[in-house]
């Protein structure tokens, strides 16, 4: 595999980081969604460093190709994008000990979704590798579940400006969410209907969107949902 892509994929992950801490809000109440956001593509630009370097990619004999570093990001950076939407839907409201309960609930599906997910990468025999698949998919499908029912309510208790910001975010989250099982399902970790550098391809632009694009659209949610909103 071309070490260029992960080096182009490094590149935009560290001036992304930048970008969006520069940018984004230093005071509360948005403050804390800057440094979150702005640490989600460090994190990548540290996985596609390792990538381009070769740390962690397993090759086995059959052509499957599993790169480990991009779970190790995954299993951190997609927790921190789903507490940004979590604390947006209980946006200023002091409910910590609900709070910490959805928040536990979502990360403890969303990191078993990313664990499945990469046991189904190495496993060679079919059925136990789309049995793994499915049980990331079942994850996924809690996480999804949480964020449109439940927490949309929370978020729409409130009403207006932030209740929109939070549909819209949501919105955006879940269409790229579900870009990725599907380049995994055709990939060379699934049935491998689509060569690697064309999957290492889509997923660069997949998470320069997810990570970087999305936190300036939800930045600009939250701004706005400010500008407008009735005082907590
Ligand atoms: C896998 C494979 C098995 C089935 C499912 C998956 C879902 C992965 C997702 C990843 C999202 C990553 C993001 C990264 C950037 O920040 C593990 C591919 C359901 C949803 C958003």
């Given at each position: 595999?071309?070490?260029?892509?992960?080096?182009?994929?490094?590149?935009?992950?560290?001036?992304?980081?930048?970008?969006?801490?520069?940018?984004?809000?230093?005071?509360?109440?948005?403050?804390?969604?800057?440094?979150?956001?702005?640490?989600?593509?460090?994190?990548?630009?540290?996985?596609?460093?390792?990538?381009?370097?070769?740390?962690?990619?397993?090759?086995?004999?059959?052509?499957?190709?599993?790169?480990?570093?991009?779970?190790?990001?995954?299993?951190?950076?997609?927790?921190?994008?789903?507490?940004?939407?979590?604390?947006?839907?209980?946006?200023?409201?002091?409910?910590?000990?609900?709070?910490?309960?959805?928040?536990?609930?979502?990360?403890?599906?969303?990191?078993?979704?990313?664990?499945?997910?990469?046991?189904?990468?190495?496993?060679?025999?079919?059925?136990?590798?789309?049995?793994?698949?499915?049980?990331?998919?079942?994850?996924?499908?809690?996480?999804?579940?949480?964020?449109?029912?439940?927490?949309?309510?929370?978020?729409?208790?409130?009403?207006?400006?932030?209740?929109?910001?939070?549909?819209?975010?949501?919105?955006?989250?879940?269409?790229?969410?579900?870009?990725?099982?599907?380049?995994?399902?055709?990939?060379?970790?699934?049935?491998?209907?689509?060569?690697?550098?064309?999957?290492?391809?889509?997923?660069?632009?997949?998470?320069?969107?997810?990570?970087?694009?999305?936190?300036?659209?939800?930045?600009?949610?939250?701004?706005?949902?400010?500008?407008?909103?009735?005082?907590a």
């Amino acid at each position: 595999m071309d070490q260029t892509l992960f080096l182009i994929g490094f590149a935009i992950m560290a001036l992304g980081s930048l970008a969006i801490y520069a940018k984004g809000s230093k005071a509360p109440p948005a403050r804390h969604h800057t440094l979150m956001h702005s640490s989600v593509p460090f994190i990548a630009a540290t996985a596609y460093l390792a990538m381009a370097f070769g740390m962690g990619t397993l090759v086995s004999l059959t052509g499957s190709v599993t790169y480990l570093a991009r779970y190790a990001d995954w299993s951190v950076t997609t927790p921190i994008l789903l507490a940004g939407l979590v604390l947006l839907a209980f946006h200023e409201r002091g409910r910590t000990g609900e709070v910490g309960g959805y928040l536990t609930a979502i990360i403890v599906l969303d990191v078993l979704m990313i664990v499945a997910g990469l046991v189904s990468s190495l496993v060679e025999v079919p059925v136990v590798k789309w049995i793994w698949y499915l049980w990331s998919c079942a994850a996924f499908a809690g996480v999804l579940y949480l964020l449109w029912v439940p927490l949309k309510a929370i978020a729409n208790e409130r009403g207006g400006a932030l209740a929109a910001a939070y549909s819209k975010n949501l919105v955006f989250l879940t269409v790229i969410w579900f870009l990725y099982p599907i380049v995994f399902l055709v990939g060379p970790e699934g049935l491998k209907m689509i060569s690697d550098p064309a999957s290492v391809t889509a997923i660069l632009v997949m998470d320069v969107i997810a990570k970087v694009v999305y936190a300036f659209y939800a930045a600009a949610n939250l701004d706005s949902a400010l500008a407008g909103a009735e005082p907590a």
